[in-house]
T-cell receptor, first 111, second 110 residues
Framework: KNQVEQSPQSLIILEGKNCTLQCNYTVSPFSNLRWYKQDTGRGPVSLTI?????NTKSNGRYTATLDADTKQSSLHITASQLSDSASYICVVSSGFQKLVFGTGTRLLVSP | NAGVTQTPKFRILKIGQSMTLQCTQDMNHNYMYWYRQDPGMGLKLIYYSVGAGITDKGEVPNGYNVSRSTTEDFPLRLELAAPSQTSVYFC?????????FGAGTRLSVL
């Protein structure tokens, strides 16, 4: 069964600290992996998209990594800000219109 | 450039009522989607469209209908609302680089 599992479910960190969110998937075949940020009461916003051949991709303070062999991805947030408080969703695509969404990691950045 | 706009933002329905969730995008994207997001669950695809006049079912289409008469608009219709349809609904449009989501419609069926 195609699944995307994210950990931890929730996380609290102090402002200015770094953190890493994990995504493990069993989706096959693999087309690409996306990370989205979803603020409370808003729709998801794309952070990064990685294909099979890409190991890392950055978007400002966000850096995503992909290990296609172990089917794992991580999202690293550097020097966290209060505005980083949100849910972070990992999404794996197995082809045209076949997206499997993770349940997200809820991050709270505390002052 | 407004992106993807959904209306209404909130709605409460009684069981058996019907309603249409509106979605419009101004980015000239061919692909559009409707998802539902239940608490603690990942987004589930209800219906999608690859262009005007073309729609297809997603993972959870039962109880919903869609139409796509123009590139811009992709309304979602609930004919006989049921409590199981209480959820947050997201419309999205996409190009090759990724999806753009609307702000969502929070629907409660009581």
């Amino acid at each position: 069964k195609n699944q995307v599992e994210q950990s931890p479910q929730s996380l609290i960190i102090l402002e200015g600290k770094n953190c890493t969110l994990q995504c493990n998937y069993t989706v096959s075949p693999f087309s690409n992996l996306r990370w989205y940020k979803q603020d409370t009461g808003r729709g998801p916003v794309s952070l990064t998209i990685m294909t099979f051949s890409e190991n890392t991709k950055s978007n400002g303070r966000y850096t995503a990594t992909l290990d296609a062999d172990t089917k794992q991805s991580s999202l690293h947030i550097t020097a966290s800000q209060l505005s980083d408080s949100a849910s972070y969703i990992c999404v794996v695509s197995s082809g045209f219109q076949k997206l499997v969404f993770g349940t997200g990691t809820r991050l709270l950045v505390s002052p | 450039n407004a992106g993807v706009t959904q209306t209404p933002k909130f709605r409460i329905l009684k069981i058996g009522q019907s309603m249409t969730l509106q979605c419009t995008q101004d980015m000239n994207h061919n692909y559009m989607y409707w998802y539902r997001q239940d608490p603690g669950m990942g987004l589930k695809l209800i219906y999608y469209s690859v262009g005007a006049g073309i729609t297809d079912k997603g993972e959870v289409p039962n109880g919903y209908n869609v139409s796509r008469s123009t590139t811009e608009d992709f309304p979602l219709r609930l004919e006989l609302a049921a409590p199981s349809q209480t959820s947050v609904y997201f419309c999205a449009s996409s190009w090759e680089g990724g999806q753009y989501f609307g702000a969502g419609t929070r629907l409660s069926v009581l």
